[in-house]
């Protein structure tokens, strides 16, 4: 059977991980686009030299031409500027937009039928850009965000409780940004719930909610204190592994649950705007949002988080006059 075709556009610091993970799952052929002449040929020609010890079977290209990426079944972006120390996300939108654009019009000419995973940022204006240039249906273009951020909680947790992660769910919501919504409520370790558990831990209900607010307050912050470790560039391993995640969540027609950054039509009490919320991933793309009922507390968070992302939406026609009609639509 032919092997599945993912086109990464951007061959930075993300592109180089995804790609790496791309060929030891064996998720398909891959072809790396950049601008930088020679950055994604130099990167595809290093990773394919490495087939023989990591006994993988796929072909490896780099490639300055978006011709190359013709026939791709998934697309997934990191084009653009990662942040500086002391930057937030959302200083990005007027550069990243830029070059967004340039992106989605290389993939609507060449990949018209791909779907496609964004990661730049800031994610959900780059996300909503992204469709309205390309005009792909919703369901095939959709942002990964979520599942950093929730992964990124349930590391805190874990370390906190002392517990394999991999025993701890919890979800993060809403836009990629500093208003980002941490499900607290639901947060559990293997069912039995993460609060209850700070409680016995603490003996005191005002400790654990305090032990609670700090870990939920790391991981809305958590994108920066890496940047300020980094001091040049931004997270890396962890968006990748997330991206290929949902990647793999469609490759393999997995229908998992997973929070996406979703085009929402009334779901949640939004409309017409991209954000993150728990979606059903499959080879259909974003089958399904998942609905469930947010307490008040919750929904003030999360409308407070729309309410951000539609602030970065309505720079986007100062930025990019010329598609200031598209961008009302
Ligand atoms: N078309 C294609 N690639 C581009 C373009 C463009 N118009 N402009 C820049 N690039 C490439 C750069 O040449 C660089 O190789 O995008 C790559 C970005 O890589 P890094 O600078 O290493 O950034 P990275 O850490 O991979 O993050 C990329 O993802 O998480 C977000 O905030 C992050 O927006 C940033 C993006």
New binding site residues.
């Given amino acids: 059977m032919k092997r599945a075709k993912i086109a990464l ?8 991980v995804l790609a790496q993970l791309c060929a030891q799952r064996e998720l398909g052929d891959v072809v790396m ?4 002449e020679g ?2 040929q130099g990167k595809m020609l290093d990773l394919a030299e490495v087939a023989r010890m990591d006994q993988f079977d796929v072909e490896l290209k780099g490639t300055n031409s978006y011709a190359d990426i013709a026939g791709a079944n998934i697309v997934i ?7 500086k120390p002391g930057m937030s ?1 959302d200083d ?1 939108l007027g550069i ?1 937009a ?3 654009k ?2 989605a019009e ?1 993939i609507k000419e060449h990949a018209p039928e791909a779907f496609v995973i964004v ?5 959900d204006a ?1 996300v909503t850009l992204c469709q309205k240039v390309t005009g792909f249906p919703p369901e095939r273009v959709f942002g990964q965000a979520g599942v950093l951020d929730s992964s990124r909680f349930c590391a805190f947790i874990a370390w906190e409780l002392g517990v394999s992660v991999r025993d701890v769910n919890a979800m993060v919501l809403g836009g990629h940004g500093d208003t980002m919504v941490p499900i607290v409520r639901y947060a559990n370790v293997n069912g039995i719930p993460v609060m209850e558990q700070l409680e016995r831990k603490y003996g005191d209900k005002a400790k654990a909610k305090e032990v609670m607010d700090a870990m939920v307050q790391r991981t809305k912050m958590a ?1 920066g204190e890496v940047v300020k470790l980094l001091g040049n ?4 391993y962890s ?2 592994s997330s991206a290929i995640a949902m990647a793999e969540a469609v490759l393999r027609d997995q229908k998992r649950v997973l929070p996406v950054c979703a085009l929402l039509r009334g779901e949640f009490g939004v409309d017409n705007y991209y954000v993150g919320v728990p979606c059903v991933l499959g080879d259909g793309g974003v089958e399904r949002i998942v609905e469930f009922e947010l307490d008040a507390e919750e929904q003030a968070m999360f409308d407070n988080s729309v309410n951000a992302v539609k602030k970065l939406i309505d720079e986007l026609p100062t930025i990019l006059p010329e598609m200031a009609d598209i961008l009302k639509s």
Wanted: glycine share 20%; net charge positive.
């Fill in positions: 556009i951007g061959g930075g610091q993300i592109g180089g686009f950049d601008i930088v950055l994604p972006i990191t084009a653009g500027l990662p942040r996300r990005l990243n830029k070059i967004m340039q992106v290389g990661i730049s940022n800031p994610l780059m994108g560039g931004s997270a890396f968006p990748a």
